[in-house]
């Protein structure tokens, strides 16, 4: 089969189980050498998407390809590898023996040694499944996905359980990887790690992508701005009456406010409170894009 110049190509994919439309006509191509964050609220299709590009199950509608192979070829072939949260491990066996064996099953792995050590994993290699960690259990499945030296990596949660330094230490990892200009597809919960490692974000609400574009695109498209100040004597219940104002956060006098039109929330923010200073007004950032895009209100 004659491969396409895209890593990934989605075309009318759908899913449903009964009433739900899990997956509802996506359509979505990543280029090689992208690094893409799939974001979305529990429920969006994420997980589902996945399972769909990696060939864990069948659609109802579309097609999913892998640099033009099916998922079943890709996989066979070792073009992807898949680090998935609820992946099991062998129990009784080592995190060596395991990378080892996965490696055996290819024609061209990476050494074993070296799927270790870009997993951050060499020291776990002795041990056995059983007495791993949450966060060294998400290591030896990288080390796993890793060995078959994948052009495609795709990621679920990646970085759960993992404390502050290990996610840092698994990023680096991630990096050596990506500068090959290898493919990573990763959902994650932790909106930092979209905005600070994802050349693109894909959000997902009810089965369907409503935003697809670099960081600073995403921000764009939920508009509005926010509004941060120091106001005596105003209260949450006021401040949400304000006009434009969509989502009021207050800790004492300090308070943030989404406006969908800043310049009418602070004129009538400086109206009726003259005292408010320490004012501030910037983009909104990836979450308030998120919180906004993915909401059950907003447009599709």
């Known amino acids: 089969m004659t491969r396409d110049s895209h890593a990934v190509r989605l075309s009318g994919l759908r899913k449903h189980y009964g009433t739900v439309r899990a997956v509802d006509g996506v359509e979505l191509a990543i280029a090689p050498g992208e690094v893409v964050a799939l974001l979305g609220p529990n429920g969006a299709g994420k997980s589902t998407t ?7 199950t069948r659609p109802d509608a579309g097609t999913a390809t892998i640099f033009g192979l099916s998922p079943a070829e890709a996989v066979a072939d070792g073009v992807i590898g898949a680090m998935l949260q609820g992946g099991a491990l062998l129990e009784d066996a080592t995190v060596g023996e395991m990378v080892e064996m996965v490696a055996s099953l290819h024609r061209a792995p990476l050494p074993v040694g070296e799927a270790l050590r870009r997993a951050g994993v060499t020291e776990l290699a002795g ?22 030296d994948p052009s495609l990596l795709v990621l679920d949660e990646p970085t759960a359980a993992m ?19 290898r493919t990573v597809l990763f959902a994650t919960h932790y909106l930092e790690e979209a905005e600070d490692f994802a050349d693109r974000v894909v959000l997902m609400r ?10 600073a695109q995403v921000r764009a498209l939920a508009g509005g701005r926010t509004i941060r100040a120091v106001v005596p004597g105003l209260s949450a219940a006021v401040a949400g009456e304000l006009p ?31 005292a408010a200073h320490e004012i501030e007004v910037s983009a909104v950032g990836l979450e308030g894009a998120f919180l906004s895009l993915t909401a059950e209100g907003s447009a599709r």
Do not use: C
């Open 206 to 215: 009810g089965g369907r992508v409503v935003a697809d574009g670099s960081v």
């Open 244 to 274: 434009g104002v969509s989502d009021v956060e207050q800790r004492g006098e300090q308070v943030a406010l989404s406006s969908r039109d800043s310049d009418a929330t602070l004129r009538a923010l400086l109206r009726e409170y003259p």
């Open 127 to 148: 041990r056995r499944g059983t007495k791993l960690s949450g966060g060294q259990k998400q290591r030896a499945r990288f080390a796993i996905a890793l060995v078959s």
């Open 50 to 56: 996945v399972d769909l590009l990696l060939g864990l």
């Open 163 to 181: 404390d502050v330094g290990t996610r840092r230490e698994f990023w680096r990892g991630m990096h050596e990887f990506t500068n090959t200009g």
